[in-house]
């Protein structure tokens, strides 16, 4: 098994492409610890994966991932239950399709403090959490759209620039303390989100794929195994597309 006895944090993970990483990672040795939005969905999830395999070793928290004191207090309290912290995975994340001249400022604010500021304030306390432990594993998640842009809706690929930039840049700044850093960048997948985007948008960009479909959440999650198991030991500051080869 690829990741036996790490212990692994995974934001956003009560569904979708979020709930397939727990899932991978608990089926690979991992210890998970889920962070949702809401004590329901954490509970809903943490029954379903129980349910498929008692044995797991899975827990939920709900900080609001927006608040940097609450995130620092759910990193800290999951280093004290399981002793470490090897694995990060920054999954959670919002979007949006609003056209440009209907954007608001609140609307624009929300997309940047979920899928940009949350991450920093979750690797902060990880990251010193993993340097004191010798080292560790932070995997972001960005998009395809942070390559190509998209046809409206501009806060969502701009958030997803600039986790590129968060992603390059703390590989740099950390892999002194041996902690990799990596994003994996998805297309067009079927989740929720999906579901919620124009219909219209999602049928243009699906018929732009070279593969012929959407992905599904276990291709993404395959990604984010592979980049958190020693596989990928030499591999930091690389944003690994999952999108079967859909870039515009
Ligand atoms: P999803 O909507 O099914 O899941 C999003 C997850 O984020 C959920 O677990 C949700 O609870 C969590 N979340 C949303 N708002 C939150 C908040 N305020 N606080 C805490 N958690 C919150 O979407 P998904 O497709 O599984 O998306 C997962 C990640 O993949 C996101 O970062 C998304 O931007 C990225 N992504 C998805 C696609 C796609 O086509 N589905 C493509 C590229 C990138």
Redesign the pocket.
């Known amino acids: 098994m690829l990741l036996e006895g790490k212990v692994a944090i995974v934001?956003?993970?009560?569904?979708?492409?979020?709930f397939e990483i727990v899932r991978k990672y608990l089926a690979n040795g991992a210890k998970v610890v889920l962070f949702?939005?809401r004590k329901e969905?954490v509970d809903k999830a943490l029954a379903k994966l129980k349910e498929e395999n008692a044995d797991w070793e899975v827990d939920g928290m709900f900080p609001k991932?927006?608040d940097a004191a609450e995130v620092e207090k759910a990193v800290l309290d999951v280093k004290e239950k399981f002793g470490k912290v090897d694995i990060l995975v920054n999954?959670?994340?919002?979007?949006q399709s609003t056209p440009l001249y209907d954007y608001t400022p609140e609307e624009f604010d929300k997309v940047i403090d979920?899928?940009v500021k949350a991450l920093f304030y979750a690797i902060l306390p990880a990251a010193k959490v993993m340097k004191e432990q010798g080292g560790g594993c932070i995997i972001n998640?960005s998009?395809?759209v942070s390559i190509s842009g998209q046809p409206s809706g501009v806060g969502y690929p701009t958030s997803?620039s600039a986790v590129n930039g968060m992603t390059f840049s703390l590989a740099r700044e950390l892999g002194k303390d041996n902690i990799r850093v990596n994003a994996v960048a998805?297309?067009?997948?079927k989740?929720?989100?999906?579901a919620a985007l124009p219909q219209a948008m999602v049928d243009a960009i699906s018929a732009k794929i070279p593969l012929g479909r959407p992905g599904e959440?276990e291709d993404v999650a395959n990604a984010f195994l592979y980049l958190a198991s020693d596989l990928a030991s030499y591999v930091t500051g690389e944003i690994l597309s999952v999108d079967g080869a859909c870039r515009s």
Do not use: E, H, Q
């Open positions: 934001t956003g993970g009560t569904r979708g492409i979020g949702g939005s969905t991932l927006t999954n959670a994340g919002i979007s979920l899928n998640t998009s395809m997803k998805p297309g067009v997948t989740t929720d989100m999906v959440p």
